[in-house]
Nanobody
Framework: QVQLEESGGGLVQAGGSLRLSCAASGRTFIAYTMGWFRQTPGKEREFVAA????????QYDDSVKGRFTISRDNAENTVTLQMNSLKPEDSAVYYC??????????????????WGQGTQVTVSS
């Protein structure tokens, strides 16, 4: 069982930055692909970014490429999403997720096994 807890959400003006963190329990953190997803009311959860176990390979949705950076610290069991140049359309609840099978290109929610509770990000125009 893996428990995930996000932090770092909040309210920011367009063009600003936020840094989301996700703390994971468990001794095999390095074995998991970690991902960030986001969801707005009435819409499906959508992929934002992912990083494979050792941190060598990252994936981004085109909508955030060049603005967001995903990273991980396997010694601390944490994954971080640095979000720069934020836009109002980035407003959503952001979820951290873990894929036990360490699929390096995991982009679908059903490829992930564990989820955090989510943290709200609101970007004002």
């Amino acid at each position: 069982q893996v428990q995930l807890e996000e932090s770092g959400g909040g309210l920011v003006q367009a063009g600003g930055s936020l840094r989301l963190s996700c703390a994971a329990s468990g001794r095999t953190f390095i074995a998991y692909t970690m991902g960030w997803f986001r969801q707005t009311p009435g819409k499906e959860r959508e992929f934002v970014a992912a990083i494979e176990g050792r941190g060598y390979i990252t994936q981004y949705d085109d909508s955030v490429k060049g603005r967001f950076t995903i990273s991980r610290d396997n010694a601390e069991n944490t994954v971080t999403l640095q979000m720069n140049s934020l836009k109002p359309e980035d407003s959503a609840v952001y979820y951290c997720a873990a894929a036990v099978r360490n699929i390096w290109n995991a982009r679908r929610p059903d490829e992930y096994d564990y989820w955090g509770q989510g943290t709200q990000v609101t970007v004002s125009s």
